[in-house]
């Protein structure tokens, strides 16, 4: 099966039982879909691991792929809704892992606080610098030292 055979043909025989024709659908979207997924996550690898999953969520539900010919759209569709679910979640796991270094520190440490484009926390008028990434609270220096 080559790269002339339209997509509704690949679909009726994996629909059939050839599963491994399913590969022919894999190595014509693969390719520009992760280049897709790395634009949409800015990670090569995230990307990869974005459109691997794809291709298996379309592989399971391929009977509820309702017209086979717009077998891409379809598929973009759910690498699209994979990216967005991916960059989501980043997202709300960085929220919450600054929050969390904010939880640790002293209340009274934390009086203003701002995040850097490297995802350093500043705090306080006299430029405290946090890095989420330090293990342990830190506390502000006792006066007059």
Not at 7 to 21: F, L
Not at 82 to 92: M, P, S
Not at 98 to 104: F, K, S, T
Request: with cysteine; net charge neutral.
């Amino acid at each position: 099966m080559g790269e002339d055979v339209p997509d509704a043909a690949v679909i009726a025989r994996v629909r059939a039982g050839d599963v491994e024709a399913f590969a022919v659908l894999v190595d014509r979207y693969q390719d520009e879909f992760t280049a897709y997924a790395k634009h949409m996550t800015g990670s090569a690898d995230d990307a990869a691991d974005i459109v691997q999953e794809s291709l298996v969520r379309a592989y399971r539900s391929l009977g509820r792929c309702g017209d086979p010919a717009r077998f891409k759209g379809w598929l973009f569709r759910i690498v699209s809704n994979q990216c967005k679910t991916y960059v989501a979640r980043r997202a709300h796991r960085g929220r919450n892992r600054l929050d969390d270094v904010a939880d640790v520190l002293a209340p009274e440490v934390v009086v203003e606080a701002e995040i850097d484009e490297a995802g350093a926390r500043h705090l306080g008028p006299e430029g405290v610098r946090v890095n989420p990434l330090s293990p342990g609270p830190l506390r502000r220096p006792a006066a007059g030292r």
